[in-house]
């Protein structure tokens, strides 16, 4: 089945520095990718919305210039977290739609982030 | 936003028993997938409803739409230890644009 591989999987960061994880769909072209972020025993959160060449939606609350998305091809996105602060500590997964499978999500593997 | 009740929050059970969770919304869904987390893992899809009244089986999982579209259910005959996780109600946002995730139903399952 299709694919969509998340990297890094675990991360660690200084407070105030800057962390990037890549979402890639690995054997389709992905127009639509979405960015969570769970928290344990938490659901996940969307967070936003990637189209590909277009500005990231992003939904009430989470603050676009603190997690910047860039969607530059049909097979990556990426979530850039700015200025982490330890409260950004998570995990962050992403999704990709597939429009060829009948419009199925494929979920990445998740990447945690631990901001000390 | 738009939200949904996903009810019960947590589940045990002994193996063999059967289990229901619930997925309740307040508007009508244009459709609505369910996901299976396990522990440490990433969600994986299981199905998509989007006819009203639908029922889908998958072995012992038994998927159920409700007539107005505003809820659904997910069903295990006969659990087993391999059916422990989190399962997730997903309907889609009312842009269409994304998925918006229930709280989930932990289960758990003593042989």
């Known amino acids: 089945g299709a694919v969509v591989s998340q990297h890094p999987s675990r991360v660690i960061c200084k407070s105030g520095t800057s962390v990037k994880i890549e979402c890639r769909s690995l054997?389709?072209?992905?127009?639509?990718m979405f960015w969570y972020r769970q928290f344990p025993k938490q659901s996940l959160m969307l967070m936003a919305t990637s189209n590909e060449g277009s500005k990231a939606t992003y939904e009430q609350g989470v603050e676009k210039d603190k997690f910047l998305i860039n969607h530059a091809s049909l097979t990556l996105s990426t979530l850039t977290v700015t200025s982490a602060h330890p409260e950004d500590s998570s995990f962050y997964i992403c999704?990709?739609?597939?429009?060829?499978?009948?419009?199925?999500?494929?979920f990445g593997e998740g990447s945690w982030l631990t901001v000390v | 936003g738009q939200q949904v009740m996903q009810i019960p929050q947590y589940q045990h059970v002994q193996e063999g028993e059967d289990f229901t969770t619930y997925c309740n919304s307040s508007?009508?869904?244009?459709?609505i997938q369910w996901y299976k987390q396990r522990p440490g893992g990433h969600p994986v899809f299981l199905i998509q409803l989007v006819k009203s009244g639908e029922v889908k089986k998958q072995k012992r999982l038994t998927f159920q739409f409700g007539e107005a579209k505003k809820n659904s259910s997910l069903h295990i005959t006969a659990t087993q230890t391999t059916d422990v996780g989190t399962y997730f109600c997903?309907?889609?946002?009312?842009?269409?644009?994304?998925?918006?995730f229930g709280k989930g139903t932990t289960l758990s399952v003593s042989s």
């Open positions: 999704s990709a739609r597939s429009g060829g499978n009948g419009n199925t999500i494929y």
């Open positions: 508007t009508t869904l244009s459709n």
């Open positions: 997903a309907p889609v946002n009312q842009a269409g644009t994304a998925l918006i």
């Open positions: 054997d389709f072209q992905a127009t639509t």
